[in-house]
């Protein structure tokens, strides 16, 4: 078991940036991708980007893509989404998982969730 913690979230105006965290403890193996996912008021959670176990490949949304960047340091057991030019559409609950493996853009791709922290974009 892996137990997933986000924080970072907050309100910031359109173009601002945010950098969230994920704090992962338990049983953290550091051989195992990491996504983010995001779910908007009245929509599906959704896919953010994923990284690999090593953090030396990632792959994004094609709605964050140029503006979002995943890291992850495994000596820390933490992962990162720096997210920057923020726009309106960005809102929304920020989820880090825990990869089977892949690229995981499927929900059904990840098996350890935290609890979400919320993302307002607004003026």
């Known amino acids: 078991q892996v137990q997933l913690v986000e924080s970072g979230g907050g309100l910031v105006q359109p173009g601002g940036s945010l950098r969230l965290s994920c704090a992962a403890s338990?049983?953290?193996?550091?051989?195992?991708?990491m996504g983010w996912f995001r779910q908007a008021p009245g929509k599906e959670r959704e896919f953010v980007g994923s990284i690999n176990w090593s953090g030396g490949s990632t792959y994004y949304a094609d709605s964050v893509k140029g503006r979002f960047t995943i890291s992850r340091d495994n000596a820390k057991n933490m992962v990162y989404l720096q997210m920057n030019s923020l726009k309106p559409e960005d809102t929304a609950v920020y989820y880090c998982?825990?990869?089977?493996?892949?690229?995981?853009?499927?929900?059904?791709?990840?098996?350890?969730w935290g609890q979400g922290t919320q993302v307002t974009v607004s003026s």
């Open positions: 998982a825990k990869s089977i493996g892949g690229r995981g853009t499927m929900e059904y791709e990840y098996d350890s």
């Open positions: 338990g049983r953290t193996f550091t051989r195992y991708g």
